[in-house]
């Protein structure tokens, strides 16, 4: 029974990975960008939800209401006046850029709230959890975030599935000087992606905050859990990214009920094992050649 439930609370955790790593999966699969500073705008994010949850007495649901249009118009601007300018001078340029606004936001946070953990209170909502069966109990809470992650991985493929500004991101995706030649403005393209990028990690962010503790350090950790549930699934593949996430939150959980302290180390050992003998992932993307 132990191991059933491991099994369930990790597929409950990866579901919030999957939503975490979501994000990155869209900028790369649009614009080929590995964005560094991911795990910092998560954090970011957190940030925002717990001031206005203490300054204002509000619910944690007012917080999620104002800190996801904040980040998707954060994205913007960090895409129309950072990101795109990188993009003309190509090769690093971009991950550079990300690694700046890394290292800057995370200083930042690091001047204005201290080194001190924090985290966003949610009330009761924190220790409920129902019977499923006997000794087998699920928390409310992760089952929250599980669904949203998935409904939001779901809502993002849709998007890109049957929508024209959808459309317009895997046309420029394939071939952005043909796009351009369609009379489609790709810098638009890009900063509306990252916008929604963005608004996604801003909502892992947020939910993130209200499961745990975190720091202004702490980006570091969930970009390394966001770029292994990315690589696992495949690069710029949503579905993928879905089911790296489920897999590592399992690897994780899994590990943790062997020994307490194996928990991150098994799913980093799941991760070095599918780029060694998987490096596309379980489910990647075709990438046309440009």
Known sequence: MQWINALIQGLLLGGLYALLASGLSLMFG???????????????????????????????????IVVVPVMAALGYAVQRGLFNLSLKRG?????LVAFGLAVVLT???QEVFSADTQSIPIGALAGESFEIAGDLFIGVFPLITFVIG???VLALQVFLSKFALGRAMRAASDDSEAVTLMGIDNKQVYALSTAIAFATVGLAGLLIGMRTQFSPTFGDAILIFAFEAVIIGGLGSLWG?????????????IGAQ????YGVLAGHLVFLAILAFRPSGLLPKVVSSR
Request: proline fraction near 5%; charge should be negative; include cysteine.
């Open 30 to 64: 649009v614009m080929r960008i590995v964005n560094l500073a991911h795990g910092t705008f998560a954090v970011l994010a957190a940030y925002l939800g717990l001031i206005i949850v203490q300054e204002f007495d509000v619910s944690p649901v007012i917080a999620i």
């Open 91 to 95: 090769g690093l340029s971009p991950l």
């Open 107 to 109: 200083q930042g946070l």
């Open 150 to 152: 998935v409904l939001v």
């Open 241 to 253: 990214t879905l089911i790296g996430g489920l897999v590592l939150g399992c690897a994780q959980t």
């Open 258 to 261: 062997i020994n307490p302290s």
